[in-house]
């Protein structure tokens, strides 16, 4: 894969840019965002925890997208909007994140939930 290659002008401002062999990452006035083309990813893709715990999930969608998240079983663990997954009963459940706005960006990890 060839990487990808962005070019800016920057008034009254900086801008930064890094390249890697898979993206191109730009920063413009402090704002970062992913411009490549990869399929968005939870990490990590599955987790393991017991009621009354939490574990902390996260994508790898640049900051400046914004990222809903979803449980398919809140009875067995909810997630919260920053990705924090609480664990309330045992059993197991999807957890989904999608970038607002991008249909084609989803990613799901898997959570089990044990007794304590």
């Known amino acids: ?10 008034i ?3 801008v930064g840019c890094e390249t890697r062999d898979d993206a191109t990452i730009a920063g413009i006035g402090g704002v970062t965002s ?6 968005l990813t939870i990490s ?3 987790v393991a925890i017991s009621v009354g715990t ?7 969608a640049g900051a400046a997208q914004a990222i809903s998240w979803a449980s398919s079983n809140t009875n067995v663990a909810s997630v919260s909007s ?4 609480s664990g309330f009963a045992p059993g ?3 957890i989904t994140a999608r970038i607002i706005g991008d249909t084609t ?11 304590p």
């Open 82 to 85: 920053t990705g924090l997954v």
């Open 44 to 46: 990590p893709s599955s």
């Open 54 to 60: 939490t574990a902390q999930l996260s994508t790898n």
């Open 105 to 115: 960006q989803v990613a799901t990890a898997s959570v089990s939930v044990t007794s």
């Open 34 to 39: 992913r411009t490549d083309s990869s399929a």
């Open 12 to 14: 009254a401002g900086a």
């Open 92 to 94: 197991a459940t999807t």
């Open 1 to 10: 894969m060839h990487p990808l290659v962005v070019l800016g002008i920057a």
